[in-house]
C-alpha cells in the first residue's frame, strides 16, 4: 500500500481497523466489544493463565494428531488413487461427498461413538482435513508426465521405487497445496470439535467466557487464535513456493 | 507391388557377416481398433546405428517401446541377444525425446538415475555418473537442475544417464528434435564418433532425412499404418570419408533424395 508516495509494509491497513475498533469500544456501544487496548492487556494475562496455556496444549495436542494421521493416511491414499484405476473409482465418489458434506453435523455422532474426549477431537479434526488432501495428492499424480514414468519403468525401477522416487516428487506441489488447505481446515476442524464438545481445550474455555460475560477475555483469545491460524497458512504457503519453481517444469 | 519392392529391399540389405543384436521378428500392434504395426519384421546389427524413419503416425515410437519392453506386442516377439524380450531389462537404455529428467534433482542423481535403480552404491554410481557427465561436456553442472539447463544440455543429460547404465543397445526416440539446430549438427557428428567408439547397438527414432542418411548405417524406411518395413538402405560409401564431408558426398544426396521420392506421397 502507498500513501502519500510512502510505501508502507504489509498490512499496515489494519492499524486503521484496529484504531476503528478501539473507538466503537470507547464509544461504549455495546458491552460486546470492549475497546483494543483492554483487548490487548486483557491477553497478556490471560496467555499467562494456567487455563490458557492448558487450553493451548490440549489443541495443539489434538491438532497436530489430527493432522498428522491426515497427512499420513492422505497422502498414500491420494497418490494410490492416482496410479490405480480401480481404486480410483472405488473411492472417488466418498472423497467428493465428504468434501463437500458439511462435517459440523458428523460431530454429535463422532460424540457418541468415540465418547466426549480428545479421541472424537482429533477424528474431526482429521475428517476436516484429510479430503483435499486425497483429492490434490490425487491430482498431483494425475498430471505426471508419463515419460517419467516410462524413464523410471525403462530403468527398472520396483513399483516401491517408482511411488517414492517419482510419484511423490511429481505430485509434491499439488500436495503441498492440499496438505495447506487441509490444514486451514483442520484449525476449523479442531476449534469446532471443541466448541461443539465443550470441555477440553477452548471449547471449555469459550464456555467459561461468554457464561461469565468475559468479552476481553472471549475477544483475546479469539485474536490468538486467528493469529496462530493465519501464522501457519502463511508458512505453508512459504514452504509451497520453494518447491514450486519446478511444478511449471515437469 | 509394395511385397515384391520390399523383398527387392531385403534382398540388397542382408550380407551375411552382420550379427544381429536386436531381432524384431513379425510383430503386430493394434490399440483397440487402432493397428499401429502389422507383422514388422526387422534385425538390427551389431554395434551399428539402425535409424527408423517414416511419416509421423506410422509406429516408430511403438516399435521402439517394444523393444524397451515398455509396450508388449499384440503379436510377434524381440529378442535381444537371443533372449526375448518380456519387459525392460539391464541390456536395453532409452533416450527419450522429451528428456524425462527429474525436475526436483541435480544432473549428478539424474545421470545416477539408472544405476541407482538398478541398485549400485551412492559413490560407486556418482563416480560412474561423473566420468559420463564428463564425457558429454557438462562437467561442472553436477549440481545444476534441469531447469537452469538449455534444451541441448538436458538431453545431453539424458544420454549421459542412457549411457552410464552401460547398456549394448540404445534406443533413441527423436532426442535431437526438441533442440535447436546448431547443437543438434553438433549432436549428430557425437553420435558418430560414439557409434564409432562404444560397441553398441544405436536404434534411433527420427524425421528428418537427411539425419538418418547422415548418422545410419542402416535406414529402415517404414509406411503409414498399419506399419511395416518397405526398404532398407545401407549407405555404404561415405561413412569413411569424415564428418566434413559426408553433406556433398553425391551417393549422400542421392540417398537423401530418393528416400524423399518414396515418402513424399505419403505426406499430406
Ligand atoms: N496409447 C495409444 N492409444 C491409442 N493409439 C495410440 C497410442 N499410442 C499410439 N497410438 C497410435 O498408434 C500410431 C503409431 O503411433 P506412434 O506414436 O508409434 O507413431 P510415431 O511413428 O512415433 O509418430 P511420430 O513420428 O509422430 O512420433 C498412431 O496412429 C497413434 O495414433
Ligand atoms: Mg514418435
Known amino acids: 500500500m502507498i500513501v502519500f508516495g510512502y510505501r508502507l509494509p504489509g498490512m499496515s491497513s489494519l492499524i486503521v481497523w484496529g484504531l476503528l475498533w478501539e473507538l ?16 490487548v492487556a486483557t491477553l497478556y494475562t490471560v496467555i499467562g493463565t494456567a487455563a490458557f496455556q492448558k487450553a493451548l496444549a490440549e489443541t495443539a495436542y489434538a491438532f497436530l494428531a489430527g493432522v498428522g494421521f491426515a497427512i499420513i493416511i492422505g497422502i498414500p491414499v491420494g497418490i494410490l488413487m492416482g496410479k490405480n484405476r480401480l481404486l480410483d473409482e472405488l473411492l472417488l465418489p466418498w472423497v467428493n461427498v465428504f468434501l463437500s458434506a458439511p462435517l459440523t ?18 477424528i474431526t479434526t482429521t475428517l476436516f482435513g484429510i479430503w483435499i488432501i486425497i483429492l490434490n495428492s490425487r491430482a498431483g499424480v494425475k498430471q505426471i508426465n508419463r515419460s517419467l514414468v516410462e524413464m523410471a519403468h525403462s530403468f527398472g525401477a520396483s513399483p516401491v521405487d517408482a511411488f517414492f522416487k517419482i510419484y511423490f516428487w511429481a505430485a509434491l506441489p499439488e500436495i503441498l497445496g ?34 461469565n460475560f468475559l468479552m476481553g477475555h472471549f475477544w483475546a483469545v479469539l485474536i490468538v487464535l486467528f493469529a496462530l491460524a493465519f501464522t501457519i497458512s502463511e508458512f505453508l504457503a512459504y514452504l509451497e513456493r520453494r518447491v514450486s519453481y519446478y511444478a511449471a517444469k515437469r | 507391388m509394395v511385397m515384391s519392392q520390399t523383398k527387392a529391399a531385403f534382398g540388397q540389405a542382408e550380407p551375411a557377416d552382420y550379427e544381429s543384436a536386436v531381432s524384431a521378428r513379425n510383430i ?9 504395426l502389422r507383422d514388422l519384421s526387422l534385425e538390427f546389427p551389431r554395434g551399428q546405428l539402425t535409424s527408423l524413419l517414416g511419416p509421423s503416425g506410422c509406429g516408430k515410437t511403438t516399435l521402439l517401446k517394444i523393444i524397451a519392453g515398455l509396450l508388449q506386442p499384440s503379436a510377434g516377439e524381440v529378442e535381444v541377444n537371443g533372449h526375448t524380450v518380456t519387459g525392460p531389462g539391464p541390456d536395453r537404455a532409452f533416450v527419450f525425446q522429451d528428456f524425462a529428467l527429474l525436475p526436483w534433482a541435480t544432473v549428478m542423481r539424474n545421470v545416477a538415475f539408472g544405476l541407482e535403480m538398478r541398485g549400485v552404491a551412492k559413490s560407486e554410481r556418482e563416480g560412474i555418473a561423473a566420468k559420463y557427465i564428463a564425457e558429454v561436456g557438462l562437467s561442472g553442472f553436477e549440481h545444476s537442475y534441469p531447469h537452469e539447463l538449455s534444451g541441448g ?23 535431437f528434435s526438441a533442440v535447436d539446430e546448431q547443437t543438434r549438427r553438433k549432436f549428430q557428428e557425437d553420435l558418430l564418433a560414439l557409434v564409432q567408439h562404444e560397441n553398441k547397438t544405436f536404434i534411433f527414432v527420427t524425421h528428418s532425412i537427411e539425419e538418418a542418411v547422415y548418422v545410419s ?11 511395416r518395413v518397405s526398404e532398407i538402405i545401407r549407405p555404404s560409401s561415405f561413412r569413411s570419408k569424415g564428418v566434413d564431408n559426408i553433406r556433398r558426398d553425391p551417393e549422400y544426396l542421392d540417398i537423401v533424395d530418393q528416400i524423399w521420392a518414396s515418402l513424399r506421397s505419403y505426406v499430406e
Not at chain 1, 466503537?24 to 483487548?39: A, C, H, I, N, Y
Not at chain 2, 545431453?156 to 533413441?172: E, I, K, P, T
Not at chain 2, 548405417?217 to 506399419?227: E, K, N
Open chain 2, 28 to 36: 503386430s500392434k493394434n490399440y483397440g481398433a487402432v493397428e499401429a
Open chain 2, 153 to 175: 544440455m538436458r538431453q545431453r543429460v539424458g544420454l549421459a544417464r542412457a549411457l552410464s547404465v552401460d547398456a549394448q543397445v540404445l534406443l533413441m526416440d527423436e532426442p
Open chain 2, 217 to 227: 548405417d542402416q535406414i529402415a524406411i517404414l509406411l503409414p499404418r498399419p506399419s
Open chain 1, 105 to 122: 453435523a458428523l460431530v454429535p455422532v463422532l460424540m457418541v461413538l468415540f465418547g466426549f474426549g480428545m479421541k472424537a477431537i482429533i
Open chain 1, 178 to 211: 492440499g496438505v495447506r488447505i487441509g490444514i486451514i481446515r483442520a484449525v476449523k476442524g479442531v476449534i469446532i470439535g471443541q466448541l461443539l464438545i465443550s470441555i477440553v481445550g477452548f471449547g471449555a474455555l469459550f464456555e467459561l467466557y461468554s457464561a
Open chain 1, 24 to 39: 466503537v469500544g470507547r464509544l461504549k456501544l455495546t458491552f460486546f466489544v470492549p475497546p483494543l487496548s483492554e483487548v
